[in-house]
């Protein structure tokens, strides 16, 4: 990676995305739409993405995510053994409707809108989940590239739904030896093929340890959970462990947020870090990218041998945090960690889920804007201090 300024500024993954693509999905899932059809107009909108970024001066790029409809069902397109299923569809082969029922209730989203791919045969990676995604933006910026994938335990957790996965896996351990496989051989292309950033979402390791007795919110990815929080924590954490081991010389991470599909701040997960710390220090990941926008995170904790990736917006509100308080959380975390050590982001993405968004692209630039005006600031406070960054 190209050496970076102290404080480097990046997304989290997600932008908006414009309606023209929202209609395209649509159109493609119906097969009244081709893949190459469908990759114009995705083209355009990573163009309109990548723009914004730049006019907002963020340093490592993505590509918001707008090929994917989210954050982990696009991978059914990729994979062989994968169904794509709404939550609506679900309800229909889970035989815990009652329980299932109640986890649609507390989502603050209709449950047409999302959707969870679902292992119904043995998987193999049929094509590259993100490498197409990294070969296109490398036409388009010369700056550095952050590509964000599902991470194993989450993976492992939506794709196993008892119903009919276990016909090809008896438990969601079996299934994950091979989600693991697969996501292996993905950062190996993709380390091939020059992305700077690999970073993994692991958003469910909190409702581990913040929903013990009561209803689960994380969609699907509740159905395969287990009961005791280490023993599934320690299984993410082994899961996580495998895919990385080997991969020592990227820069890679690994996302964690309490919920992102709503607005609605009720509707999300509440407590700090500490319940996860003992896990999340032994991750072989170099960076923590880690909500601290939300009050519901609590103030921020060391963890030694790790980079921060430091939450300063909250992607779900319409205000447009000021640079003055960006930096005040910079300097809650500065406590913990020296200024070579932390990046700037917002605590999640902005469009988790491609037709539930939390914000509208023009207040996404101005958070992203908000942030980058911050670490000029930082930057001339600290520049004498400790140089560059190069990560």
């Not at 895919?243 to 010389?249: I, S, T």
Request: neutral net charge; proline residues 7%.
């Amino acid at each position: 990676m190209k050496t970076l300024p102290i404080f480097p500024v990046t997304m989290v993954g997600s932008w908006p995305r414009p309606q023209v693509l929202l209609r395209a999905q649509k159109l493609k899932r119906q097969g009244k739409l081709t893949p190459v059809e469908f990759d114009k107009q995705a083209d355009a909108a990573v163009l309109d993405a990548l723009a914004a970024q730049d006019r907002a001066g963020v340093d490592v790029v993505t590509d918001g995510e707008q090929r994917r409809d989210n954050f982990y069902s696009f991978v059914a397109e990729k994979l062989a053994g994968i169904k794509i299923m709404t939550l609506a569809e679900m309800l229909d082969i889970i035989e815990d409707k009652a329980a299932f029922e109640q986890i649609l209730q507390t989502l603050d989203v209709p449950a047409y809108s999302l959707s969870n791919p679902t292992c119904v045969g043995k998987l193999e990676r049929k094509a590259p989940l993100a490498v197409d995604e990294l070969r296109f933006l490398r036409r388009h910026t010369n700056k550095p590239v952050k590509i964000p994938l599902p991470g194993p335990y989450l993976l492992a957790r939506a794709m196993f739904v008892r119903e009919v996965t276990r016909q090809v896996y008896p438990n969601k351990e079996a299934l994950a030896k091979d989600v693991v496989r697969i996501l292996r051989e993905e950062i190996a292309e993709l380390i091939s093929h020059g992305a700077d950033f690999i970073q993994l979402d692991e958003p469910v390791l909190t409702e581990v340890v913040f929903t013990q007795g009561k209803t689960r919110t994380f969609m699907c990815a509740s159905l395969a959970a287990g009961g005791d929080p280490a023993e599934e924590l320690e299984f993410a954490a082994s899961l996580v462990n495998d895919v990385m081991a080997g991969f020592d010389r990227a820069y890679t991470g690994l996302h964690i947020c309490r919920g992102n599909w709503s607005q609605d701040e009720s509707t999300l997960l509440t407590g700090n870090y500490s319940p996860l710390k003992p896990w999340l220090d032994r991750l072989k990941v170099k960076q923590l990218v880690l909500e601290y926008a939300t009050e519901r995170a609590g103030d921020p904790m060391p963890f030694p041998g790790h980079d921060l990736g430091l939450g300063v917006v909250n992607p779900r509100t319409p205000e447009v945090e000021t640079p003055a308080q960006v930096i005040a959380r910079v300097e809650r975390a500065l406590a913990c960690f020296e200024p070579r050590q932390v990046w700037l982001n917002p605590d999640c993405g902005f469009g988790t889920f491609s037709n539930s968004p939390v914000n509208t692209a023009p207040i996404a630039e101005a958070k992203m804007k908000a942030i980058s005006e911050a670490a000029a600031q930082l930057r001339k406070r600290f520049l004498t201090q400790t140089g560059g960054n190069n990560v």
